[in-house]
């Protein structure tokens, strides 16, 4: 068993090897809303999050360039709503994605 959770936290590792982000990543594990233009909706997870964006897990492929606005939960008040714009999309097992977001601006629930 140790040798397979090894192998999980190696991959921690390689991961962090590959960093170019300029902005530290803090964990940040919460449900998000992406409200799309079109009035699509679709629900995901955050992963981690830094002055400048969102990292989340969603089963959706997202184009690069989209823009949308993000309610993402809060545990102290209101959600935050800010309208975002995709940086990156990468398979992530069977069905799921990781998609970086870019933070563009605040948003109003009117937005949503």
Known sequence: MQEEIDRLLSEIQRSRLN???????????????????????????SKDM?????????????????????????TEGAPVILRSEVRWCVPYGTGWFLVGWKFIGIASRSMV
Not at 19 to 45: C, K, L, M, N, Y
Not at 50 to 74: D, K, P, R
């Open 19 to 45: 960093e170019r982000r300029t902005e530290p990543r803090h964990s940040f594990v919460r449900p998000v809303q992406i409200h799309f233009r079109d009035g699509r909706s679709v629900s995901a997870f």
């Open 50 to 74: 830094s002055a400048q964006g969102l990292g989340m897990i969603c089963n959706v492929t997202m184009n690069i360039g989209s823009l949308a606005t993000l309610e993402i939960h809060s």
